[in-house]
């Protein structure tokens, strides 16, 4: 058998797979087909270090909605020891911008940790050297790549140090807020977390709530329902960033497909993506979408409908406590609610994951963006450092959106 076949049986390789000896990996094989790779990926995200967001069920429906949609070159890098076992995947896109050609962990905006999956094993043998030169050898084998941009990259994970977050080149914009849940003690894992005056306040909201009606917490698990709760959450989130007047990045159906795609999931295992709706009266009130992977649910988004009389209760927030509790009877051991400072977040967790930003060039050019790109993000988070600042910038966004395009005497 190749050294090839050993490697990646049945994946379309790029002429620069390469055989390195340098501690512990021997070949590096890059494809475009992710189809080609589920069994060994199922295999290393039940075993090794991965967030949810690359999880095999949270990845394909993004590449076959969203990527095709917006027809994105995708790399699936796959590093092998010398007996061609998995040692990691790092799921990429292809960007081009200003000139120049980078690569990214799929998912976006839309995936609030941006991380490959390694053994373990493999991840705690990699220091800040051999991680440099297996990117480089990485960008060689893509070819015609001028850098690497990971941006929000958690530090570790699961107490590992997370192999590309060694080379970050500062923090990133934001954090993102998490929860130890305690099994079978949800309430003492909010005693926990949030303070007496934040649970007091959290029942006023409650019985105010409740004097609205019947509510219910609701799973969507087959089609109709999914649906249901995505028309619900696609107008709220409308209706929110149209009152905000900032751009939805919801609004594109292909985001719409893709997390009907996830929520419904693959044939025989559970959905990576779930929906869920605080439905008052039989009506959704507050949306919340999540990822879970392992023992961990991690949120992506939420929103709730500010046309009902009962938006004052904060629905949201009522949706998110109920929820917490339900992951932690299921016995789940970790609930985070994605990266961005917001106050609910800051209320509920008393954990945070800390986001990193690393950018590698590889060509003179790549140098040049990755300096632009560190430098934007820098300002980026000076902004957000500041309520200031960031509610400046938050009204400059929305007069650039209001502004009318200019026309030709312009």
């Known amino acids: 058998m190749s050294a090839v076949a050993a490697c990646a049986p049945n994946l379309p390789t790029t002429p620069a797979s390469q055989r390195t000896g340098v ?20 295999q290393l995200e039940a075993s090794g270090l991965a967030t949810p967001y690359q999880a095999y069920d949270w990845v394909r429906p993004f590449v076959e909605t969203v990527g095709r949609a917006k027809a994105m070159a995708f790399r699936f890098v796959r590093i092998c ?3 061609g076992a998995t040692l990691a995947l790092l799921p990429l896109v292809i960007t081009r911008r200003h000139g120049t050609r980078f690569a990214e962990f ?15 094993d493999f991840a705690e043998s990699l220091d800040e050297e051999t991680t440099r030169r297996l990117l480089t050898e990485i960008g060689t084998a893509i070819g015609e790549v001028d850098a690497f941009v990971f941006i929000n990259q958690p530090t570790s994970w699961q107490g590992i140090e997370n192999p590309t977050a060694l080379l970050a080149s500062g923090a990133s914009p934001s954090r993102s807020y998490k929860l130890a849940l ?9 005693r926990r977390s949030m303070s007496k005056h934040a649970r007091k ?39 929110r960033f149209a009152q905000m007047r900032l751009p939805d990045p919801f609004a594109d159906p292909a985001i719409r497909a893709f997390l009907r795609e996830a929520a419904l999931g693959s044939a025989g295992s559970s959905p990576v993506v779930e929906l869920y709706s605080l439905d008052l009266e039989g009506q959704p ?55 961005g400072e917001a106050r609910y977040k800051t209320t509920i967790c008393d954990d945070r994951d800390d986001l990193v930003d690393t950018f590698f060039p590889l060509t003179a050019r790549g140098q040049a963006y990755a300096r632009f790109s ?37």
């Open 23 to 42: 501690r512990g990996w021997d070949r590096i094989c890059v494809g475009n087909e992710i189809g080609a790779l589920e069994t060994e990926w199922r």
């Open 81 to 83: 020891d010398a007996g």
């Open 106 to 120: 799929i998912g976006g905006k839309h995936s609030n940790y941006h991380m490959g999956l390694y053994r373990r």
């Open 182 to 190: 305690q099994p079978g003690d949800c309430d003492g894992t909010l």
């Open 201 to 239: 306040k959290l029942t006023t909201k409650r019985n105010r709530f409740a004097e609205f009606g019947h509510s219910e917490l609701v799973q969507a698990r087959d089609a109709a329902a999914i649906d249901r709760v995505l028309d619900a959450f696609l107008a709220q989130k409308a209706a």
């Open 285 to 339: 009130v507050a949306t919340y979408v999540g990822a879970v992977q392992g023992s961990r649910f991690s949120g992506m988004a939420t929103s709730f409908d500010l046309a009902s009389p009962a938006a004052r209760t904060s629905p949201g927030e009522i949706l998110l406590v109920q929820l917490i509790k339900r992951k932690c009877r299921a016995g789940l051991t970790m609930f985070d609610l994605g990266v």
């Open 374 to 410: 560190q430098a934007k993000r820098a300002l980026k988070r000076k902004i957000k450092a500041s309520p200031l600042a960031l509610k400046l910038s938050l009204r400059v966004l929305g007069w650039l959106k209001r502004r009318p395009p200019p026309g030709d005497d312009d």
